[in-house]
C-alpha cells in the first residue's frame, strides 16, 4: 500500500493508522483501569461484511462512546472475546470506521479537529446551532458523505443527535437507512455518562460499570417500510423507546437485578456503585 495512500475523504490513512494509535494509547486505561468496560456480542462484529454497515447507539458523551467502539471493533476483528485486553489490536487498526458528529462540535479546538480526522463525517444539525434552536434544511452534500463513508466502510451514527437520553430518534436516520440500505447493527451502552464529563474527555467518577451490548443487525425492509416504523425499531433497538420509562413492577425489578448481575464481573465490592 503506498505510504501516502487516502481515504474517498482525503485522509492520509497513515496519519489516521499514527493518530488512532496514539489516542488508543492514551485512553485505553479509561476503559481498563480507572473503570472496567463490560462488552457483550463481539462475535457479531466478526461476522460483519467490510462495508456498508451502520452502528446505531444511544450516546452519552461527544467523544468517549466513539473512543470506546473503536477499540471494542478492532479487539474483536483481532479475535478478542468480549474485552480489549493486550492493547495489540492497534498494530493494525481497521482504517475504514467512521463516525457521524456535528460540524460545529468538530471545529471546536484542535484537539476535536484531530478526532475528526480519526474518521469524523460532519455533518450540520437541522435543530440546534450554537447552543440554540434552528430550523434549516438538511445539507444534500452531508447525505452523500455519510453514503461515501458506507460504501468505504464502518459508520457509527446516535441518532437522536444529543447525549439526552429518552430523546425522540430523528427521522433523517430512518431515510439514510432506506436509502443506502446499510445493514443496521445496534449497540447499547451504559455507564459513560456517570464516568466521563459531557465531553468525554475527563473522567469524572472512578470504578463505574461501563457496558457496551452490541446486537443482532436489525431486519428491515427497505422498500416497504416506512420511516416511522424504522424510527421506532431503532427506539427499541437502543433502548430508547418511551416504554422503557415506565415503572417496573418488583418481579421485573428482580429479573433486571438477576441479569445485571450475570453481566457483573467486578467482584463482591462492584455493586458499591455511586448513585447520580
Avoid: C
Amino acid at each position: 500500500m503506498p505510504l501516502f495512500k487516502r481515504n474517498p475523504f482525503g485522509h492520509i490513512l497513515f496519519v489516521k493508522r499514527l493518530l488512532i494509535q496514539i489516542l488508543g494509547i492514551i485512553s485505553h486505561g479509561r476503559y481498563r483501569s480507572f473503570n472496567e468496560l463490560q462488552i457483550e456480542g463481539s462475535d457479531i462484529l466478526r461476522q460483519l461484511p467490510d462495508k456498508n454497515i451502520l452502528f446505531i447507539s444511544n450516546h452519552q458523551t461527544y467523544f468517549a462512546d466513539v473512543a470506546a467502539m473503536i477499540h471494542v471493533f478492532n479487539a474483536a476483528l483481532k479475535g478478542r472475546d468480549d474485552n480489549i485486553k493486550n492493547i495489540g489490536y492497534l498494530w493494525k487498526p481497521k482504517l475504514n470506521i467512521y463516525y457521524v458528529a456535528a460540524g460545529e462540535t468538530m471545529r471546536s479546538g484542535f484537539l476535536p479537529r484531530v478526532f475528526a480526522y480519526v474518521g469524523s463525517v460532519s455533518v450540520e444539525r437541522t435543530w440546534r446551532n450554537a447552543g440554540k434552536d434552528v430550523k434549516r434544511q438538511v445539507k444534500m452534500s452531508d447525505i452523500s458523505n455519510i453514503g461515501k463513508a458506507l460504501n468505504d466502510g464502518w459508520v457509527i451514527t446516535f441518532p437522536q443527535g444529543t447525549t439526552t437520553p429518552f430523546k425522540p430518534i430523528r427521522r433523517g436516520t430512518a431515510h439514510i437507512i432506506k436509502t443506502f440500505k446499510p445493514t443496521v447493527v445496534p449497540i447499547v451502552i451504559d455507564g459513560f455518562r456517570r464516568s466521563f464529563d459531557k465531553k468525554g474527555l475527563m473522567i469524572k467518577k472512578r470504578n463505574v460499570l461501563q457496558s457496551m451490548v452490541i446486537k443482532e443487525p436489525l431486519e428491515i425492509d427497505y422498500e416497504n417500510e416506512d420511516v416511522a416504523s424504522i424510527v421506532e425499531k431503532i427506539e427499541y433497538a437502543i433502548e430508547q423507546h418511551p416504554s422503557f420509562l415506565k415503572v417496573l413492577t418488583p418481579e421485573q425489578i428482580k429479573e433486571e437485578q438477576e441479569y445485571r448481575e450475570k453481566r457483573r464481573f467486578w467482584g463482591p465490592d462492584s455493586g458499591k456503585e455511586e448513585e447520580e
